[in-house]
């Protein structure tokens, strides 16, 4: 029964799940199986919201809100197995401007061309100016990307996370 309903799908259009692995490298679908099976506590092949709870609770965060999980469930249109796990992190990706774009809009507050910027500078643009950053999302970003011992963040480093979705190997 399950692949007359996955034919349906696809003829429907449901998901736009029938070209979802060709939008990534065998290596990047692997790195996502794994998020995948991290999550999916239970292992039954579908993240729920208890899936989440517990996942989230393991990293330290153990009073999510109940409406929190479920907006996050929501964001699919379904329940979220791999494939839909993927097509989510495909559409998520695939609005992100090509990675040239982002790096040539850093290098602008870079005339010297070293490949960072200052975390002071980046900190008050971004909690200055247009769609401004929280208090906690500056944390996350130093979280993810920790500058170095000067005070520099390596922007080329968040240009290739944005686009790729996972660091860059040196």
């Not at 992190?89 to 774009?101: N, S, Y």
């Amino acid at each position: 029964m399950a692949p007359k309903k996955a034919k349906r799908r696809q003829q429907q259009g449901e998901g736009g799940s029938s070209n979802v692995f060709s939008m990534f490298e065998q290596s990047q679908i692997q790195e996502y199986k794994e998020a995948f099976t991290i999550i999916d506590q239970n292992r039954d092949g579908i993240i729920s919201k208890d899936d989440l709870r517990d996942v989230l609770a393991t990293m330290g965060q153990l009073n999510v809100k109940s409406d929190e999980l479920d907006a996050m469930v929501k964001e699919a249109s379904g329940p979220i197995n791999f494939t839909v796990f993927l097509t989510m992190f495909g559409e998520k990706l695939k609005g992100a401007d090509p990675e040239d774009v982002i790096l040539s809009s850093f290098k602008v507050l870079d005339p010297e061309g070293t490949g960072t910027i200052k975390k002071e500078f980046l900190q008050e643009l971004l909690t200055t100016q247009c769609d401004r950053f929280s208090a906690e999302e500056m944390t996350n970003l130093w979280a993810a990307f920790p500058p170095d011992v000067a005070g520099n963040v390596d922007y080329k480093n968040i240009c290739y996370v944005i686009t790729h979705g996972e660091d860059k190997e040196e």
